[in-house]
């Protein structure tokens, strides 16, 4: 939902970005500066800068003199993808540990309230599920300190996520995830570093093509 204030940028990145990741825009697609103009309800400025902050991320690339594509991407580069957040997730997790503050606490136990809401209602929303996973490790990443870390891990999630859509490989519900959620959480709630990393690979698992907490549960529908 848009908030007051919301700046026009801001909000096309978001859209656009959801419709990369989720492959509503396809691998090698031309952005149509108009088109999307029309759609997201923003000027050529704004558009533009939520462009740049998607090459930013590897989602859009920009080819002089040609326009704006969508980002293609190889089995190889998603395991590299995934073989990097690896060691990001675990950082962050061992950080969080170390200097997470009541704020950063209050906030993981209020994500576990609206996660366990959502499964008391059975929802199987692919979308709403990976929601609930990105912030799952926004939390963390926040908690963590480090600025730079935490945007570097939002963008290679939103990579990640991207290679689910675009593969289809199945997910699980927020419900087959909550122990490890609960987990992690606790293990940060009692600064325990080492108890943390250990939940964080359970819930990561070690396969790289399943490595933000995925089985064989549900396909993402693009």
């Known amino acids: 939902m848009k908030h007051a204030g919301t700046r026009q940028s801001d909000t096309a990145y978001e859209r656009l970005r959801e419709m990369v ?4 825009l396809k691998p090698g697609a031309l952005i149509e500066e108009g088109a999307e103009m029309e759609r997201l309800g923003v000027g050529r400025t704004p558009l533009r800068e939520a462009l740049q902050r998607l090459a930013q991320e590897d989602l859009i690339e920009v080819v002089p003199r040609r326009g704006y594509f969508v980002t293609t991407i190889s089995a190889a580069e998603m395991f590299q993808i995934f073989e990097a957040r690896l060691s990001m997730e675990i950082q962050a997790v061992r950080l969080a540990a170390e200097r997470a503050t009541p704020e950063d606490l209050a906030a993981q136990c209020a994500l576990l309230d609206e996660a366990r809401t959502g499964m008391a209602a059975d929802n199987r929303d692919p979308a709403w599920n990976l929601d609930i996973d990105e912030r799952f490790h926004g939390l963390i990443a ?76 549900q396909s993402v529908e693009a």
């Open 21 to 24: 990741i989720r492959g509503a």
């Open 142 to 217: 926040a908690a963590s300190g480090n600025r730079y870390l935490a945007a570097t891990l939002t963008r290679f999630y939103g990579l990640s996520v991207r290679t689910l859509y675009l593969s289809k490989i199945p997910i699980t519900l927020a419900k087959d995830e909550i122990a490890n959620f609960v987990a992690v959480f606790d293990a940060i709630a009692a600064g325990d570093p080492d108890q943390a990393e250990r939940a964080m690979r359970r819930h990561l698992e070690f396969d790289p093509m399943t490595m933000i907490g995925l089985a064989p549960k």
